[in-house]
């Protein structure tokens, strides 16, 4: 007897410091989507005892993963520090693991060798986790889970962006009458953007983690990029780009201060944006997913469209038991 993908028994929210993979990241490569139907023909990847021993990703396969990263949960340093995992690489699929905890990319990296759905299964067996977060463009399990997303997608704008529409260019003109727009390291004063926005809105337990873990990534990124708008030399705005990929730039964040409001920071900076990953020769930029009508007509107002669909799922998994089936027959 074969034993197969541990029973899926109920979903449930995974724990806090696991739900990075929400709706707060961005990038893509337009690559053949991993096909969600099981094969009779294909087996699940075999790992021997020794091979159990959970090795993270070494030099090469960092520099593979970064190669060809199309999406801002492909980036290992930016996963990492928001969900307190650790990467690793199965048949080029990435996923994070930690104390039990299973987070999923099911995107393939570069050209997918196996069935996603096998590949997720043999992650289960090696990992064991106790609950699991999945990423993937489609669902392939049978189960209806308690705790999930709406589906969504991922937009993309090509580069090079010749000039904005006459819209955003006002806007952008406007803007840096006032503005001076530079690279920046992180500070107190953009922490203290980020808790003004927090205190602004109303965010769940999980989006403001994320926030809070900006400056861990910002931290031991290597990629990372802030673009600040400054007003008399206090900061307006700033956003954060990441620049990791061979042929496209993340989209990651935006902030603007409470106490210096600028029509048209956003759109200055998203400009600025765009000719710095122009510069260092990237084809596009993975605006991060749609979210809401708002946030929807600003990246499509920029030419983004949708390229990649998004469904995400949290469950707990529990090991398949050979005595509970005996029970049964």
């Known amino acids: 007897m074969t034993l197969g993908l541990p029973k899926i028994s109920s979903v449930r929210m995974i724990q806090r410091n696991y739900r990075f993979c929400q709706r707060h990241l961005s990038m893509v490569y337009l690559l053949p989507l991993p096909t969600a139907a099981r094969s009779d023909k294909k087996k699940p990847i075999k790992f021997s005892k020794n091979s159990r021993t959970h090795k993270m990703l070494n030099k090469n396969e960092y520099s ?3 190669q060809h990263a199309y999406l801002p949960e492909h980036l290992p340093e930016h996963g990492e520090a928001i969900s307190g995992t650790k990467s690793y690489l ?3 699929y990435l996923c994070y693991f930690c104390k ?19 590949v997720f299964q043999s992650a289960c067996e090696r990992f064991n986790p106790s609950t699991i977060a999945i990423i993937a463009p489609e669902r392939w399990h049978e189960e209806k889970p308690v705790d999930w997303q709406p589906d969504d ?5 090509d580069l090079p962006l010749e000039k904005p529409d006459p819209e955003a260019s006002y806007m952008i003109r406007r803007a840096r009458k006032e503005l001076q727009v530079n690279e920046g390291k992180f500070k107190k004063e953009h922490k203290k953007i980020i808790k003004e926005f927090i205190a602004q809105h109303r965010f769940s337990k999980e989006q403001i983690h994320v926030f809070k873990k900006i400056p861990r ?5 290597l990629t990372a990029r802030i673009i600040e708008a400054k007003y008399g030399g206090e900061i307006a705005a700033f956003s ?5 990929s061979s042929d496209y730039a993340f989209y990651l964040f935006n902030f603007r201060s409470k106490a210096i409001n600028i029509p048209g920071a956003s759109d200055l900076l998203f400009w600025e944006m765009l000719l710095l990953a122009q510069s260092g020769g990237k084809k596009a930029v993975n ?10 007509r600003f990246k499509e107002k920029w030419g983004g469209r949708p390229f990649l669909p998004y469904t995400t799922d949290m469950m707990n998994a529990k090991p398949f038991d050979l005595g509970d089936l005996a029970k049964k027959l």
């Open 217 to 221: 990534y910002l931290k031991n990124s």
């Open 240 to 244: 954060i780009v990441d620049l990791g």
């Open 90 to 92: 199965l048949d080029n």
């Open 100 to 118: 039990k905890h299973l987070i999923f990319i099911g995107y393939p990296l570069g050209i997918g060798t196996g069935d996603t759905s096998l």
């Open 287 to 296: 605006l991060g997913l749609g979210i809401n009508d708002g946030i929807r």
């Open 153 to 157: 997608y991922y937009y993309k704008l």
């Open 64 to 66: 593979f993963v970064y």
